[in-house]
């Protein structure tokens, strides 16, 4: 993941929003509760993985116009968490947005995009998720180098898929769809919040990558750190195209581990 964001200070004044009336100042409206969701990433790792607390995953999908993910990518995510979550039911909730407007984005921009656009938080037994597919690509990305991010999370029920960064990745190579990217970098992101690795889901046997925070020193697991980037993932998947494996890299042993030590299928 990215470098891990100290915003809830700035998220603290605006947990609770409410609607006055202008003749009192009793709420018109309950106000919505949003401090479940404005947690640190990996807190909600068990809580995505177990039905103890939540047997409902709502996944709201908040894409700039035009930039909606696959339909193909979304059902192997749908296919990850039956693989690795007992959650019954998974929902997607798709929202069109007006672009931003931005040039790049910032994790900050980020955020606060999310404040402004976000319908979706936990309620009752329905865990709410997060992801907005963005029209910009990230402020970090050296083009020149071959260092573009694919997505980050920053909270424990919040990501960011730069859908324009990874369709222009996947439009260089004959190998690598749309999907594959979109499918590679959202199962990847899951996998942070997920808490992997060490981001709050501790470790059965040591395997993260002492080079790389939070990332997995297997070779070719999902979790490796170049995953994140541009380069690194399409080299990875071309690799297991030419081998006739799919395209979209899986957890290892070990990633695996550790999700089941904390409740994972
Ligand atoms: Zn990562
Ligand atoms: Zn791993």
């Given at each position: 993941m990215k470098a891990k964001l100290s915003i809830a200070a700035l998220f603290f004044a605006t947990l609770f929003l409410y609607n006055c009336s202008s003749d009192g100042d009793i709420p018109r409206e309950e106000p919505i509760d949003r401090s479940a969701n404005l947690l640190s990433t990996g807190d909600s790792a068990a809580d995505i993985l177990t039905?103890?607390?939540?047997d409902r995953l709502l996944i709201e999908i908040a894409h700039v116009e035009g930039f909606r993910p696959t339909a193909e990518a979304i059902d192997l995510l749908t296919s990850f968490f039956a693989e690795r979550t007992f959650k019954l039911e998974v929902q997607y909730q798709y929202r069109a947005l007006a672009s931003p407007g931005e040039e790049t984005l910032t994790l900050q921009e980020v955020a606060s995009l999310e404040n402004d656009n976000r319908t979706q938080y936990n309620d009752g037994r329905t865990l709410a998720i997060y992801i907005y597919f963005a029209d910009a690509p990230s402020d970090g990305d050296d083009e020149d180098a071959g260092l573009v991010t694919l997505g980050a999370v920053y909270r424990n029920t919040s990501m960011i898929l730069y859908e324009r960064t990874i369709r222009q990745l996947a439009g260089r190579s004959a190998l690598i769809t749309n999907a594959d990217v979109e499918a590679a970098t959202l199962t990847h992101e899951f996998g942070h919040l997920l808490g992997?690795?060490?981001?709050g889901t501790p470790e059965v046997n040591p395997h993260e990558d002492p080079a790389a925070?939070?990332?997995?020193?297997?070779?070719?697991?999902?979790?490796?750190?170049?995953?994140?980037?541009g380069g690194g993932l399409m080299g990875l998947m071309e690799k297991r195209a030419a081998k006739g494996m799919a395209q979209v890299p899986v957890l290892d042993a070990e990633c695996i581990n550790d999700l089941q030590a904390i409740g994972g299928r």
């Open positions: 039905n103890e607390n939540f992997l690795v060490d981001l925070e939070n990332h997995c020193l297997t070779d070719g697991c999902l979790m490796r750190a170049e995953l994140e980037f």
